[in-house]
């Protein structure tokens, strides 16, 4: 263990990235490197140049280096929000196709799939998505797989889809270069009660309700599943209560009795979400968005959006961009 070699790791932020994230990764390296008593772990931060960034907790950081000298690191983390760009596209997102084309691992932590995708570092990859994102994503780029996965590694692309899973996956690398006992010992310090690899799906909280979709019984979680694939094309209630076996009385009191709303108002509010997706994180037209969330027209997904909401979706863009650009401030991000 002691003679293992030492491994770098870099993390790209971004203005607006997930505060969270970083902290959850580089807490348990640090950990690890004290449990041993050795560097086994080295990390930097990076930014597109050495100008300062700014999380989305408004927390200022400056990078020890830019990408251009972004070299010789075995691990390389993107940490953004959703509508993170890089100031020139062309340049940066070289030099990150030149560091993988040169055997470094590459992932994305929450928002920070979005710049790897722009850059065509997913392509024929599967990526896990924070389903806070998900219909934002797939509408920007649909051709490419997402799974509901909290960790999903495919080659040499790890996607991540938020802090608690970036412990986990640093985790995992600890288990991987020192030993079980060290990572079990540094999941201790912090009371980490469950490391997570793959095949663990994100948990989703159902609407107005304490539960989450994977606590629901297994006809209503069905039903979850249908309207959650059937946002573009939507379903009936009728169809929806055949296929989990319920007849349309019974599928209307025990989804109001689990999860504290009506299937047709769930329904509804889920549609109703990932078009606010699209609004704040996509420069999609009101009638694109409405036929995105199964609308043949947009005055449905206006009237809608705001009793969902209490803003229109065309105030609510206004109010996001606002945010954005007078306020140089960055949406939330998870």
Known sequence: MVGCSVKKLGFLIFDGFPMACLTSMIEPLRAANEITGHTKFTWQLIGENRKRVTSS????????????????LDYLYVLSAPQSEFNDPKHSNGILRKLVQHGMHIGGISGGVFPLARAGLLDGFTTSVHWCYRAAFEAEFPQLETVDDVIYSDRSRTTVSGAAAGFDVMLKLIEQQLDAEIMTEVACWFQHPLVRGAGV??????????????????????????????????????????????????????????????????????????????????GDSMSQIA????????????????????????????????????????????
Not at 62 to 72: T, V
Not at 236 to 255: D, H, N, Y
Not at 304 to 317: A, L
């Open 57 to 72: 907790a408004m927390v200022g950081f400056d990078p020890d280096i830019g990408l251009d000298s972004a070299d010789g």
């Open 201 to 282: 799906q994100q948990r989703i909280p159902t609407a107005n309700s304490s539960s989450t979709d994977d606590m629901l019984p297994p006809a209503i979680q069905k039903a979850v599943q249908l309207f959650s694939e059937s946002m573009d094309e939507p379903i009936s209630m009728t169809e929806v209560a055949k296929i989990v076996g319920l007849s349309p009385r019974q599928m209307e009191r025990k989804f109001k009795q689990e999860t504290g709303q009506s299937p047709i108002h769930f329904y509804r509010s889920k549609r109703m979400n990932a078009a606010r997706q699209l609004v704040q994180y996509s």
């Open 291 to 334: 036929l995105a969330v199964g609308y043949s027209t947009s005055a449905l997904l206006v009237k809608y959006y705001t009793e969902e909401f209490g803003i229109t979706p065309q105030e609510d863009r206004e109010k996001v961009n606002m945010f954005r650009v007078n306020k140089n401030a960055p949406v939330p991000s998870v």
